[in-house]
């Protein structure tokens, strides 16, 4: 669920039309905070508190 809901959000919530974000660099930005939104969603018990703040999502990004 953390993974299509950032998927989503990445897809339709940054401005612009969304067809443009289906490019293949564009993609891989979206596919990889995605990823880890469902990575991180792992990390904590329970249905809502395993959802990923963008914040969080951003650093685990950024710590590689």
Same mark, same amino acid.
């Given at each position: ?7 989503? !959000? ?50 685990? !990004?950024?710590?590689?």
């Amino acid at each position: 669920n953390a993974f299509m809901a950032a998927l989503l !959000l990445e897809l339709l919530g940054t401005g612009g039309h969304w067809r443009t974000r289906l490019q293949s660099s564009s993609m891989y930005d979206l596919l990889r905070r995605a990823n880890a939104a469902g990575a991180l969603t792992a990390t904590k018990k329970g249905a809502f508190a395993g959802f990923p703040t963008a914040a969080g999502i951003t650093e685990l !990004l950024r710590q590689g």
